[in-house]
């Protein structure tokens, strides 16, 4: 899935015609306060259309609403007779939000965020390109300044919001899935810290040679998806800052056995450290260093 976040005065009038332009299942993510900022009238989830995706709002106190009676329900859906939905539920923040959408989705717009480290549009005069965390793909004083066809460009060739489960519905959608009897698994994340009394680490920062980590990742895969009874590989490594207790990188492996698809995930995690040019830079409490600098 590809994130984007438009950030601003308007950006709830530039999201609809940016959702129109993208090919491919779109979730909308509205975070902005009905009414706030630039007066613009709030979405519902009943008048955004997403492609089966959802549209969620924030009243001024700080809690989602649809538009329907709230409940002590943690989740409430409400499913129409054509097959499209609404609902109302909680998640621990956005990021949690995106990787359970991650997997059904091309493509998510979050509207009136400015915390998420994806790719962003910022919109209004006094914008800054440091008020946010992510990449800035366009900027402009109103909706009607952004180039849309420009912006769709730029977004296909931004970092994508890739989750294990992304990549397990893609190896279970794999031709030979029938001769399959095994998906096995690794994820890598970030560790605070190895002991008690270590200097925790706050982030790390990874950065990759464009081009060709991922040509070497892609070969890695091939090469290990030639091997017997081992029928699709799969792996993604995140770059930019991950924070402490986040995923970095996964390998998802579709096997005949588990024994093929356990191995075929250790040699795919272990190459991946070997081979690909992706350099990592640590954040502690006390310190920032290149990892590769020191090893």
């Known amino acids: 899935m590809q994130p984007i976040s438009i950030v601003g005065p308007g950006a709830t009038d530039l999201a609809g015609p940016l959702a129109d332009r993208l090919d491919g299942r779109v979730a909308v993510v509205d975070c902005e306060a009905a009414g706030a900022g630039d007066g613009a009238a709030g979405r519902t989830a009943d008048s955004e259309a997403t492609d089966g995706g959802v549209a969620l709002e924030r009243d001024p106190d700080g809690e989602e609403r649809t538009g329907r009676t709230a409940t002590a329900a943690d989740t409430t859906l409400a499913l129409g007779p054509d097959g499209s939905w609404t609902g109302r539920g909680r998640v621990d923040g956005l990021d949690d939000l995106l990787d359970g959408l991650a997997p059904e989705h091309d493509y998510l717009v979050a509207v009136g965020e400015s915390r998420l480290r994806v790719p962003t549009v910022l919109l209004g005069a006094d914008a800054e390109p440091s008020d ?18 420009r912006l769709v460009a730029d977004l296909a060739d931004a970092e994508p919001w890739i989750t294990r489960e992304t990549l397990v519905r ?19 994340r970030v560790r605070a810290r190895d002991a008690p009394d270590d200097d925790p680490t706050t982030h790390l920062a990874f950065e990759k040679y464009e081009g060709v980590a991922e040509d070497r990742l892609n070969a890695i895969a091939d090469e290990i998806t030639d091997r017997d009874g081992v029928f699709d590989v799969r792996m993604h490594h995140r770059t930019g800052v991950i924070e402490a207790g986040e995923d970095i990188v996964f390998v998802v492996v579709l096997a005949g056995h588990r024994r093929e698809a356990f191995r075929a995930v250790e040699d795919g995690i272990d190459r991946l450290k070997d081979e690909v040019p992706i350099f990592k830079k640590e954040a502690t409490e006390s310190e920032t260093f290149w990892v590769h600098r020191r090893d």
């Open 170 to 188: 893609r190896v279970e959608a794999s031709a030979d899935a029938d001769r399959s009897g095994a998906i096995a698994s690794f994820t890598g």
């Open 132 to 149: 946010v965390p992510g990449s800035v793909l366009a900027a402009a004083d109103a909706p009607d300044g952004v180039d849309l066809d």
